[in-house]
């Protein structure tokens, strides 16, 4: 089978999108699938790749993380790429110029279209455009997902919340739901000693840690409330924010304001084959209170590097966590989520505990056993397509 993945972000712009589709395209060409992905250039010198193109594209107004392609150049791109070898799905996996481009170019070439919702995007918009009222934002972001999504002919969702919050949208095209999966193999490794030393952090220094986009509907300042009460106790304890994004400098004042500068380091990016392993390795437990988030890749990413995970469970995150398998599941109440830390990071005999059963709870999480159940739904609207086509050619 071959696939046309279509994408507003990938690498190097980091995020759990970008992630979602790197794991997938591994695991589908696993199964002897074909994927070419279309996505921005966000370098003036991009790496070559032969199964991505990449399309000149412009910086966005108040993100600069992102870019902006132009829809003629997507389309004209996929068209070569089509004439050359026909694909047989497109997959599009963001909803702004991608979404557009893959709906036009499927209706036009005959083929299925599929959609994944990465992001709750409800929760999401108003953080980005302060300027309107917070109740248009999400309406407008209602209005959005419900006819995007009915213009496709299925929607993969990521998880049980997800699905549940479209279906109240609205929408009405058939819904799946495959979390991303991640790939064990690539997260067997790590050298937190090394971590430690590259940044100058004791060996017994108790270090808690957050990974992904340093964003406002991460609720990372949450975590920071929470970061002042375990010092109380843990005087020493570091909260390392692995990431970058447009929340940085407010949360780096707010560190500040509650006294928390020599508790708090913001270590941006990291490469993810290597020194991410190191990080994750270098944590006596990962915390995490998004109340956004579609699935939470990074709590599985820690539970298979062996790190305790602290957690709210909101969203796509009540599918991923089951108390006890390698995390402890708790309120967004700051005493109590400060609490279930302080016990990860002091008592070694529960946090080897729970990273024993994060270990074994991950394995049914891998990225071919998921790969295969999309797999399933491209075959699937591929019968059906075909089945109406023989019905219209009978009538």
Not at 192 to 204: E, T, V
Not at 342 to 370: K, M, N
Request: proline share 5%; aromatic share 8%; charged share 25%.
């Amino acid at each position: 089978m071959r696939i046309l993945f279509v994408s507003d972000v990938y690498f190097p712009r980091v995020n759990g999108v970008s992630t979602s589709i790197k794991t997938f395209i591994r695991a589908l060409e696993k199964l002897g699938h074909e994927v070419h992905l279309i996505a921005p250039n966000y370098l003036e010198h991009q790496p070559g790749n032969p199964i991505i193109t990449r399309i000149p594209s412009r910086r966005v107004p108040l993100d600069p993380e992102d870019r902006f392609m132009s829809r003629h150049d997507v389309m004209a791109q996929a068209e070569r790429l089509h004439r050359a070898r026909p694909f047989d799905i497109v997959h599009v996996h963001t909803p702004f110029v991608a979404h557009y481009a893959g709906v036009a170019l499927a209706r036009r070439w005959g083929i299925p279209c599929v959609e994944t919702y990465h992001t709750f995007f409800e929760e999401y918009l108003f953080h980005y455009v302060p300027l309107v009222p917070k109740a248009w934002m999400r309406a407008a972001a209602r209005h959005l997902s419900r006819t995007q999504c009915n213009d496709v002919n299925e929607v993969v969702v990521p998880s049980t919340a997800m699905r549940d919050v479209l279906v109240q949208y609205g929408i009405r095209a058939r819904m799946d739901i495959i979390p991303t999966g991640i790939e064990l193999d690539r997260f067997s490794g790590g050298d937190g000693a090394r971590f430690r030393q590259r940044h100058g952090i004791a060996s017994d220094r108790p270090v808690m840690l957050h990974v992904g986009r340093v964003a406002f509907e991460k609720n990372i300042e949450f975590l920071l409330s929470v970061v002042e009460r375990v010092r109380r106790t843990v005087p020493h304890v570091l909260f390392i924010i692995a990431g970058e994004g447009p929340a940085r400098r407010s949360l780096e004042l707010k560190a500040k304001q509650l006294g928390l500068a020599n508790n708090t380091r913001f270590i941006g990016y990291m490469d993810r084959e290597h020194e991410l392993l190191d990080c994750y390795r270098a944590a006596n437990c990962k915390v995490f209170a998004s109340r956004t988030e579609t699935q939470g890749l990074v709590l599985l990413e820690a539970m298979a590097l062996g790190v305790p995970v602290v957690s709210t469970a909101i969203m796509g995150t009540i599918d991923v966590l089951q108390p006890g398998s390698g995390a402890i599941v708790v309120d967004e109440d700051a005493d109590e989520f400060a609490e279930a830390t302080i016990r990860v990071l002091t008592d070694t005999s529960e946090r080897a505990a729970l990273s024993a059963a994060g270990l074994d709870y991950v394995r049914a999480w891998s990225s071919g056993e998921l790969a295969g159940r999309l797999i399933n739904v491209y075959g699937d609207l591929l019968a059906q397509m075909s089945t109406h086509r023989a019905s219209s050619a009978l009538a």
